[in-house]
């Protein structure tokens, strides 16, 4: 038993520990059949992540969220889009319309979820969890919140918080 634990340790420690609380949930991959365990997929790693729209002013962050995750992704850094239409129905398509826009116009390649609901009564519990954490809801398309390697949120932004912001990137690095 020694022995195996020290090797789990030495893999990272992820699978020697609980799910952190802040990753504990399940989400559905976009295009995708089965739910994905958050905590499985990406416990470890710094995470931000994103509630997205295809037809909203703030749609071209696409851009530098994916450069974001190109860049710092070897690192243990990953986006996580979740598209929404809860605000002003920017996001109406379908999951496979999301997926060719991203991928089209933006190479978009980090992981993207089904459609979510991300504020109200009726929110994914993943989204009611993060505003819970840091007392904010977004408010817009492109709210980011930024999850340590802890599983812990450590930050909320809103959607004036650009991807390439000096701000946000600092906290990403200094998580690294």
Known sequence: MRIVTLILLSLGGAAATACPAGLDFAARPLLGQEPVRLCEAYAG???????TASKCGFTPQ???LEALYRELGPRGFVVLGFP????????PGTEADIGKFCRSTY???FPMFEKTVV????????YQSLAAQTGES???N???YLIDRDGKVVGSYG?????TSGTLREAIESRL
Do not use: C, R
């Open 45 to 51: 790693k710094v995470v931000l992540v994103v509630n």
């Open 62 to 64: 696409y851009e530098g």
């Open 84 to 91: 929404s239409n809860d605000f002003g129905g920017q996001e």
């Open 107 to 109: 190479g978009v390649q």
């Open 119 to 126: 504020i109200g009564a009726g929110a994914h519990p993943f």
């Open 138 to 140: 977004p408010k817009w």
């Open 142 to 144: 492109f709210h980011k």
């Open 159 to 163: 959607s004036m918080t650009s991807p």
